[in-house]
């Protein structure tokens, strides 16, 4: 004969495995997040159309495509001789009006060692490493639809304050990765990467 109190405990225990079941069973992401991630960020790559002029004198300028370095030659030897000063790049930016309710960021993916930029005139920040990838918010100061008129200092001289100090390897000067523009809706979570002192962008409106 059944025992009636072991049927209702496996009632029970049955019952209480179906929801258990399907909380686990593996979910298909939505792509409508991933539709609305895509429309809220854009990216517009700048490693065309530079001209690059090494040390402090106006002339000289010559048509480069980024990435780029000017120790691409005398950086090869292994030998602690090759260039280490200031390089300057340039181009024009020109952004469509409709950007004009968008929020841009100008993100360098790598420049050795100190980097300044400006963009027509205004001083955009500085940005002190060799290594890791960093922004500019120049949504105040880029115009869409005008040329905007983009200017970058690297320089790759031995900086006492700014690591590494020494290394068995060439200090590469130059803007050796790729330049972007990064452009979000006008409220975006943070872009600030772990080389900011702090969020660039945290719910900006």
């Known amino acids: 004969m059944a025992n009636p109190w072991l049927s209702r405990r496996r009632m029970v225990l049955s019952a209480a495995a179906v929801p258990l079941a399907l909380s686990m069973a593996p979910r298909a992401a939505p792509a409508a997040a991933a539709n609305v991630e895509a429309a809220a960020r854009e990216r517009i ?3 065309d159309g530079w001209d690059f002029r090494f040390g402090d004198d106006e002339s000289g300028w010559e048509p480069v495509r980024l990435p780029h370095t000017w120790n691409d030659q005398d950086g090869q030897d292994g030998g602690d001789d090759y260039h280490r000063g200031p390089g300057w790049y340039r181009r024009t930016l020109r952004l469509p009006a409709e950007s004009s309710s968008s929020r841009v960021f100008l993100q360098f993916d790598g420049a050795n060692t100190v980097t300044d930029a400006w963009l027509d005139d205004v001083h955009l920040g500085q940005h002190r ?6 922004r500019f918010d120049i949504t ?4 869409p639809g005008a040329d905007n ?14 690591a ?4 068995d390897f060439t200090f590469a000067g130059g803007l050796y990765r790729s330049v972007s523009l990064q452009l979000t809706t006008r409220c975006t979570w943070t872009c600030s990467t772990t080389a900011d002192p702090a969020p660039t962008c945290a719910n900006a409106r």
């Open 45 to 47: 790559e700048l490693d």
């Open 164 to 167: 590494p100090l020494s290394a």
């Open 149 to 162: 008129d983009l200017v970058v200092r690297v320089s790759n001289v031995h900086n006492a304050d700014v």
């Open 129 to 134: 490493d060799g290594y890791t990838r960093f």
């Open 140 to 143: 105040g100061t880029v115009r």
